[in-house]
């Protein structure tokens, strides 16, 4: 028997995108609840918006409902026909295929948002503070350590399932005290006699490092709040995430 092993993690990949899009976004209801928490984070600080890895972008609605401007870029085409798509009915919409790390439009924008991200370098940091205009800052939502803490490990396992002569299994593991993602897809197929494993295994960086990068990137003042902008405590808040927020002076 044949044995296959392939790295999932391969974003921009129209295969890989249309499959994902079943299972690698939150929640429909829990991402407008984050976006309209964020309102109150954006208040007096204008009205363009650029949202980096923006994904499918159905949060932007409420964004967009609200009169601000919202730029959405990821490396999928596929994922920004979908927000293209999703978003159709706002004209003060705008999305583009476009990695953070070559982007090089400096000043447009007022607030800068990255949701739900697998990890940052410093990089895309330097170019994120560039896209900001003078009084502008950069969302960054963090998992919070201490969250970890309470709930070490998230696991879901499907059990083994069989189509057209293809048994497969699935395997997604989020371990909150290392920040480290495991998901694993294995497919025996019958009538070729080969076995493939599809795997992703990633780690997030950690808050104090991602600090680092905001003043090594230019960043004047930051601060660590919750999704509706109160306060938020790094040693004893067990708030699952919480945003990290660089304003740009």
Known sequence: MKMNRECMLRYGNEDFDKDYMNWGFDDEEEQLFIATQMLSIFEQQGSDIIDI???????????????????GIDVSKTFIEQS???????PNSNYIVQDINHINNNNQFDIATWIDPIEITAKPVRNIFQLLRSGGMFIYEMWNE???????RYTFNKTWS???GIYTLIRHEYNHATS???????YINTMTDEITIKYIHSQTVSTHCTRELFIAAGFDRIEMTTWD???FDPIDDTTKRFLMIGHKN
């Open 53 to 71: 890895a923006c994904g499918l972008s159905r949060y932007h609605k409420i964004w967009l409902q609200n009169g601000y401007h919202v730029t």
């Open 146 to 152: 201490n969250f970890g803490k309470l709930k070490h």
């Open 84 to 90: 293209k798509h999703n978003n159709r009915d706002y």
């Open 162 to 164: 069989l189509e057209n």
């Open 229 to 231: 902008g109160k306060p």
């Open 180 to 186: 480290t993602i495991e998901h694993e897809e294995t």
